[in-house]
Structures are given as C-alpha cells and as structure tokens.
C-alpha cells in the first residue's frame, strides 16, 4: 500500500501564495501520472493540474499562469505551487499518484485551502 502525504494547506488572502507538497512512499520516478485534484464547495472533483512520466504538464484553465506542478524524485514528492490565489480557488486539495499505466491509484488524504477576499 502506498501512502501519500499531503501539507501545506491554510489560509491565505486572495492575492496570496501556498505550496502544497505531497510525499509518496513508493519511487515516484517511474509514476505514470501524478496530479494534483480539488473540490471546491458544491461542485465535482476536478483536475487541477498533471505532471507525466516525461515530466509535461497540463493545467485546468482558471489555473493557468498562476499554478506550476513539479516533483523532486529523490524526495519522492511532488508541489503545487499556487501563486495569485482567489476566493474561488477555495477547496480541499487531493494529490494523486498513478503507477503501471493506472492499475495502482493512489490518494492523498486531502488538504483544506481556504482563499480569503
């Protein structure tokens, strides 16, 4: 069982930036795909953003500009850098982690960041 561990969530003041890291328990260099989720109050999960075994990125649009991902493989942990933070970035923030092509999908425990206006 692989365990991931989020941290870095709180709040922040809208204009304002966090980190959040996420740990892994397993070698994440040969991780499929690992991301970052939220859900915001009232709405569905969604993907915030992805890094991929090659090291690419995407990001959900409302994000983009403002939201860089990026992982340290030998600290087995990956970041969400949030930057230009707004009140509708509010939400629990999940980190995900997938290894042979998805067949082991693994969650975070989820981390609150709240945006204050």
């Known amino acids: 069982q692989v365990q991931l561990v989020e941290s870095g969530g709180g709040l922040v003041q809208a204009g304002g930036s966090l980190r959040l890291p996420c740990a892994a328990s397993?070698?994440?260099?040969?991780?499929?795909?690992m991301g970052w989720y939220r859900r915001c109050p009232g709405k569905q999960r969604e993907l915030v953003a992805s890094i991929s075994t090659d090291g690419s990125t995407n990001y959900v649009d409302s994000v983009k500009g403002r939201f860089a991902i990026s992982r340290d493989g030998a600290m087995k942990t990956i970041y969400l850098q949030m930057n230009s933070l707004k009140p509708e970035d509010t939400a629990v923030y999940y980190c995900?982690?997938?290894?042979?092509?998805?067949?082991?999908?693994?969650w975070g425990q989820g981390t609150q960041v709240t945006v204050s206006s």
């Open positions: 397993r070698n994440i260099f040969t991780a499929t795909l």
């Open positions: 995900n982690m997938r290894w042979r092509l998805g067949l082991d999908d693994y």
